[in-house]
Structures are given as structure tokens and as C-alpha cells.
């Protein structure tokens, strides 16, 4: 019973997101918001709001290693498994000038995370200060957006224009849409997170194992569709800027609302701030070398992306099980398989350098 609770609460996860996307996408088109500005926020966001009710859930919960593990994990899976498989689906071009700032922005913030958390505790202070974060991001994106390229705000506006006339009941259907979107992201996040820290405990891993892997993925899931059905349209700019949008307001709106919705704040154990956040830092480093390689993120950078999600999973299954070869799999990425991928980045973007200044 407790593994169908798990998937039913992923499985309402999704469709809940799936109907306050599309019903808040259209009541904002409706409005005469930009189709480009409903892209980066309504949508990005949206899809995000799985990670939003499973986070804030544990938090008032006292599940403190969900609430955190949720954010981090589904931030280097959005990189590293959507980007990744994203880009082996085709190249994506890298042409939103939005994107270029906010890989910066985003390394940024994943770096303030860990300053916020080195007292092993995002207070409601820290809450705060992550949520104002959000609303000041929300008006950059929308100042920005008016420097886009004809190119990009087209893209845009082919997915989310407004019909040309909204009926009484199309607005009707839509905020129900809403409506039942959010109910079915409560109830669904209620589900999730009592039956995953059950078979936490039955599997005799931990709640932050858990919350890194299995929630992170199943709540990221809205964003794989999006992203994948995106670049398989040949939409590459709505497939690379709803991750970076998502991992954003996963960092600034859900990991603060949660903090300032749990009573004492979001404890963080050590081994996150030793491990999980530096991997999420360096997971968004990884990113400008890769957009600014001839603007694109070619097949290859996505298997890249997509294999070290492979190894970092792995190496939490052998950390969690505590195996003999840990030590040998954790070497072999320390001393070959990440040096060799940090010089190979080098050369690539050298490389591209260079070619950029002949032109």
C-alpha cells in the first residue's frame, strides 16, 4: 500500500502541475501578458510546483532532510538528466539572451544557499531573504524581456499566444483548471512524502537519500515533458530556459517559502553542506563553459550531462549502502573522470574563444 501511495502521490504531483500550467498559462494570455514573460514565469514556475507542495509539506512536517534533499536533487537532475537528455533528443541552440544571464544568476544563488546554510539552518530570515530574491528575479525577467531577440519572442508566442477571444467559459474552465491543480498538488504532496519516508525506513536509507533521488526525480518530472516535447518541436529555447527558470524558483521561492513556513526554520545536516550543495554548485559552473561553446549544447555535452547524473546517483546508492567499492568509484571520479571533463571543457571553450575573436 505504501509503494501505490508513493506512485499515486507522483502521479497527482504531475497532473496537477500539468492543469495549473496550462490553466494559469491561458488566464495570463488572456490578460495580455507576453507570451515570453508566461514562458520564463507562469510555465517554469508551474512546473516547479511539485518540488513548491512536497517541500513545504515536509517542512511543516519536521522532515526537514526531504524538504531540503527535494530542492537540491531536483536542481542537479534538472541540469544534468533533463539538459542532458534534452540535448541527445538535438542540439540545442542557445540563442535567449535571458539564458546567459541567468546561468550566472543561478551559480550565484546555488553559492548563497550554502552561505545561508553554514550555520545548519535556513531560518525564516534566510526564508525571506531567498523569497525577496524571487520577486527581484521576477521583475529582472520581465525588464530583460524586453531586449529579446525577434527570433526568441516568436518561439514564444507560437506556444503560448492568447486565442484570439476567451469566452466566459474558457475563463471558467481555466481558473477550475487552476483550482483543481493546486488541490491535486496537496493531496499528491501529502501521499509523496508520508509514503517516501516510510520506504525510506524500510530500504534503511535515509529521508535525504530519498528526498536526492527518488522525489527529486518524480517531482521534476513536469519538467522533463516540458523540456523534451520542447526540443523535440525544435522549441530549444523554452527546453533550456524552463530548467534554469525552474532550478531558480526551486533555489529563491520554494526552499524560502519552506523555510519561513516551518516553525524553527529547515535544519541542514553537514553532509549536505560538505557534498550535495557544492555538487549543485558545481553542477551550474558547468553550464557556462557549455552555453558559451558556439551558443549550443551539442549531443555530446548532453551525454556528458546525462552520464554524470548516471555517477552521481551511483555513488549516493554505494554511499547509502555503505560498499566496499565506494572508495574505488569515488577515486576513479576524483582523480580521472573529473579532471579529464573540467580540461576537455577548457579546451573546448578556448577553443571557441578563439574562433569567436577571428570572426
Request: aromatic share 8%; charged share 10%.
Amino acid at each position: 500500500m505504501t509503494y501505490l501511495l508513493f506512485v499515486a502521490g507522483i502521479a497527482l504531483l504531475i497532473a496537477g502541475a500539468e492543469m495549473l500550467v496550462r490553466g494559469a498559462s491561458r488566464l495570463a494570455a488572456v490578460l495580455g501578458i507576453s507570451p515570453l514573460i508566461i514562458g520564463l514565469t507562469v510555465v517554469a514556475f508551474g512546473t516547479s510546483s511539485p518540488e513548491f507542495a512536497v517541500s513545504i509539506n515536509a517542512a511543516i512536517s519536521g522532515k526537514a532532510d526531504i524538504a531540503v534533499g527535494n530542492v537540491i536533487g531536483s536542481n542537479i537532475f534538472n541540469v544534468l538528466f533533463i539538459l542532458g537528455l534534452s540535448a541527445l533528443v538535438t542540439p540545442l541552440a542557445v540563442s535567449q539572451q535571458l539564458i546567459r544571464l541567468d546561468v550566472p544568476l543561478m551559480i550565484a544563488v546555488s553559492v548563497v544557499v550554502l552561505i545561508l546554510g553554514l550555520d545548519l539552518n535556513f531560518s525564516r530570515l534566510d526564508g525571506l531573504l531567498l523569497f525577496l530574491g524571487l520577486l527581484v528575479y521576477i521583475l529582472f525577467l520581465i525588464r530583460q524581456s524586453r531586449k529579446e531577440s525577434r527570433e526568441v519572442l516568436d518561439e514564444y508566442a507560437r506556444e503560448y499566444a492568447a486565442p484570439v477571444q476567451a469566452t466566459a467559459g474558457q475563463w471558467i474552465t481555466n481558473a477550475i483548471l487552476v483550482a483543481c491543480g493546486l488541490a491535486l498538488l496537496v493531496l499528491g504532496s501529502n501521499w509523496l512524502v508520508n509514503s517516501a519516508t516510510d520506504i525510506a525506513h524500510d530500504l534503511g536509507v535515509s529521508d535525504l537519500i530519498i528526498g536526492l533521488t527518488i522525489i527529486a526525480a518524480g517531482t521534476s518530472l513536469p519538467e522533463v515533458a516540458t523540456s523534451v516535447v520542447a526540443a523535440i518541436r525544435g522549441e530549444r529555447d523554452i527546453a533550456i530556459g524552463n530548467v534554469i527558470g525552474s532550478n531558480l524558483f526551486n533555489m529563491l521561492g520554494v526552499l524560502g517559502l519552506s523555510s519561513l513556513a516551518a516553525p524553527q526554520g529547515i535544519s541542514v545536516t553537514p553532509a549536505v553542506l560538505r557534498f550535495d550543495i557544492p555538487i549543485m554548485i558545481a553542477v551550474s559552473f558547468a553550464c557556462l563553459p557549455i552555453f558559451f561553446t558556439g551558443n549550443r549544447i551539442s549531443r555530446w555535452e548532453g551525454a556528458l550531462l546525462f552520464g554524470y547524473y548516471l555517477a552521481y546517483t551511483f555513488y549516493l546508492f554505494l554511499a547509502a549502502r555503505h560498499h566496499d567499492a565506494l572508495p574505488v568509484f569515488s577515486a576513479a571520479m576524483l582523480y580521472f573522470v573529473i579532471p579529464l571533463t573540467i580540461l576537455t571543457l577548457i579546451v573546448v571553450t578556448v577553443q571557441a574563444w578563439r574562433a569567436g575573436n577571428r570572426a
